[in-house]
């Protein structure tokens, strides 16, 4: 079954910079067209979205609040998926969560999430 395992998570200080990595298994990226998606929470609100990339092709789409800042990569080799995050602000601050859809498939896969706290 789908087994995704996100890290790099932390502490940073606004306008500093972290990756954040999705380690999947269960799938190959090569072969299968799932789409790798980050969603992030804060407490009290619902699950936003933050950006998604295809495995085939890895044609990629982000949210406008991280538009310029944040880029979501993948890596076939290591069937791994990553979330460049720069300029980071306050707001910022959230658990990310990785989850992976099957194209044909309504059911995603979750990760147990990473917290990412921007502070002073």
């Known amino acids: 079954q789908v087994q995704l395992v996100e890290s790099g998570g932390g502490l940073v200080q606004p306008g500093g910079s972290l990756r954040l990595s999705c380690a999947a298994s269960?799938?190959?990226?090569?072969?299968?067209?799932?789409?790798m998606t980050w969603y992030r929470q804060t407490p009290g609100k619902e699950r936003e979205f933050v950006a998604s990339?295809?495995?085939?092709?890895?044609?990629?789409s982000s949210a406008d609040s991280v538009k310029g800042r944040f880029t979501i990569t993948k890596d076939n080799a290591k069937n791994t998926v990553y979330l460049q995050m720069t300029s980071l602000k306050p707001e910022d601050t959230a658990v990310y969560y990785c989850?992976?859809?099957?194209?044909?498939?309504?059911?995603?896969?979750w990760g147990q999430g990473t917290q990412v706290t921007v502070s002073t």
């Open positions: 269960g799938f190959t990226f090569d072969t299968e067209n799932y789409f």
């Open positions: 989850a992976a859809r099957w194209r044909f498939s309504s059911k995603e896969d």
């Open positions: 990339i295809r495995t085939r092709d890895g044609s990629a």
